[in-house]
Structures are given as C-alpha cells and as structure tokens.
C-alpha cells in the first residue's frame, strides 16, 4: 500500500548538520503519521521524531529535543528530518515510518517501515 524510501545518508563532523528526505508512495499518503526512529550501534531502536498527518503535530524525543525538526511536504508525499548540531551520539542507521496515529506512532507502532539509512557524525 504504501513504500517509503529514505536518501539522505552521510558523514558529517559533530556540530554540522544533515538532512534525511523519506518518500512514501500511495495515494493515501497524507493520511498518515510520519515519524523517524534511529538505532545506534549496539543499541535498539528508538524513536526520535513524529509529525501528524497535517503537520500540525509533533513530537520529539528529549535527546534530539531543538536540534532535530520534522517536517513535511504532503504534495511532494516527502517527510523530512533536519538535524542540526549533531553529535557522535547520533551515529546510526534512521528508518522512516508511517503509522494511522501519531501517539501510537511515537511507540513504535507503525504500518510501514522505510528500509533505513545510515548517519555518521565524527568527533
């Protein structure tokens, strides 16, 4: 029903900044929670950021809290994550998800997985 397909992918020095674009295919797009999640090496997945389907909504966790903002383009069927003052700590592979609610979302339960990109900050 719906595939998503994350770019964005790349080495960056602590303090720089990167942005992932997740593109998500289906008529039904805009009716879904958008949402990233990271897992780091040698840890689980966790989540990192939601928005709702409008984009009027979202959701941080507190270790990204003011430095990573979600957004997105319903008519370009595109979410997207600006991380900005990375640190190592941000190192690890970013999925993309959709979900029909955005709190159930924040918990993991997503309809659909993107298949993940990888995201390396150097010290």
């Known amino acids: 029903q719906v595939q998503l397909v994350e770019t964005g992918a790349g080495l960056v020095q602590a303090g720089g900044s990167l942005r992932l674009s997740c593109a998500g295919s289906?008529?039904?797009?805009?009716?879904?929670?958008m949402g990233w999640f990271r897992q780091a090496p040698g840890k689980e997945r966790e989540f990192a950021a939601a928005?709702?389907?409008?984009?009027?909504?979202?959701y941080y966790t507190g270790s990204v809290k003011g430095r990573f903002t979600i957004s997105r383009d319903n008519a370009k069927n595109t979410v997207y994550l600006q991380m900005d003052s990375l640190k190592p700590d941000d190192t690890g592979v970013y999925y993309c998800?959709?979900?029909?609610?955005?709190?159930?979302?924040?918990?993991?339960?997503?309809?659909?997985w993107g298949q993940g990109t990888q995201v390396t900050v150097s010290s």
């Open positions: 998800a959709a979900g029909r609610q955005i709190l159930t979302l924040t918990k993991g339960g997503s309809d659909y």
């Open positions: 289906g008529r039904t797009f805009s009716m879904y929670a």
């Open positions: 928005i709702s389907a409008s984009g009027a909504t979202t």
